[in-house]
């Protein structure tokens, strides 16, 4: 377990974490864009978990501004809406980095796609070195290649950062036997194998995800970020979430 220097991890499972955070869950009641207040609250439930000694590094979706497929769907070129893609989740990196400064938590973001002038390259090495000091590190522009999700990203920088788990956090309070926004008699699941997910081929995270989390040993816990409190709570085992293990 990955600890902070100086700091041993209080009443948390997990000594290094990655939170993946879709875009859309930012935007609240909006149609588009961000709620400066919801980013403001996933700020603070960012703070409480870095106050227990955990080591955070952070993905933010893009859906709540721009989809790849969505462009593609007007007849864009694919890759070139997917660098859209790409940029709406820098922007929104920017916007929780901005969030956490005003609430004092030390912050870096990192871009998959360099831009000098804006934030740090990605640099695996240097992201680590700054978890060890205990600064949050958000990762922008997923991978930086096309045609692939930050769902993706999330579990491929959560391998490259030796976490202990990775955390999506969402607008469902866990995994359900279908998308429970369009079926209301789906069944929540307590745990499952990252093969029960892709074998039910349970939509919440992109299948490249949960089976690079299981070739690295990665558990994934599904909860809702709306839940005031959540993201500590279930880095203390507690609260509603479905975990997803080898061993399920
Ligand atoms: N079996 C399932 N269990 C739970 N949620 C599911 C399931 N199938 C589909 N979903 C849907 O998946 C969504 C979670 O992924 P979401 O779209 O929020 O994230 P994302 O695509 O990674 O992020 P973004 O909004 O940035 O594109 C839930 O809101 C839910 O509606
Ligand atoms: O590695 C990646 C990550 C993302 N994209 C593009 O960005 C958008 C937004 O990401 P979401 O995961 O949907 O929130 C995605 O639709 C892709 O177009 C990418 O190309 N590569």
């Known amino acids: 377990m990955a600890a902070m220097e100086g700091a041993m991890p209080t009443n948390a499972r997990y000594g290094r974490v990655l939170l993946k955070i879709s875009g859309e ?3 609240g009641n909006r149609e588009y864009g961000l709620d400066p207040e919801i980013v ?11 106050g227990m000694g955990v080591q955070v590094c952070l993905v933010i979706g893009g859906g709540n501004i721009f989809r790849g497929v969505s462009g593609a769907a007007t007849g864009m070129e694919r890759a070139t809406a997917d660098y859209m893609g790409m940029l709406a989740t820098v922007i ?11 609430r004092g938590v030390q912050t870096r ?13 990605y640099i695996r090495r240097r992201a680590v070195r700054h978890m060890e000091k205990g600064r949050v590190v958000i990762f922008g522009a997923g991978t930086g290649n096309p045609f692939f999700t930050t769902d993706t990203a999330a579990a491929l920088r959560a391998s490259e950062m030796g ?26 699941f307590e745990s499952l194998t990252h093969l029960e997910v892709l074998a039910k081929d349970l939509q919440v995270m992109d299948a490249s995800a ?5 070739e690295n040993k990665i558990p994934i816990l599904v909860f809702s ?4 409190g959540a993201f500590a709570e279930v880095m203390a085992g507690r609260g509603k979430f479905t975990i997803i293990t080898e061993e399920g």
């Open 25 to 27: 869950a930012l935007m």
């Open 210 to 214: 949960i089976s690079l989390a299981r």
């Open 40 to 50: 403001d609250r996933v700020a603070g439930e960012v703070k409480s978990v870095v």
């Open 92 to 102: 929104n990196a920017l916007a929780m980095q901005s969030a956490l400064e005003r």
């Open 225 to 228: 970020i709306h839940t005031a």
């Open 163 to 188: 976490c202990d788990a990775l955390l999506k956090g969402t607008k469902v309070d866990g995994v359900y036997s279908a998308d429970p926004n369009k079926d209301p008699s789906a069944q929540r």
């Open 109 to 121: 973001v990192q871009s998959a796609i360099p831009m000098a002038s804006v934030c740090e390259p």
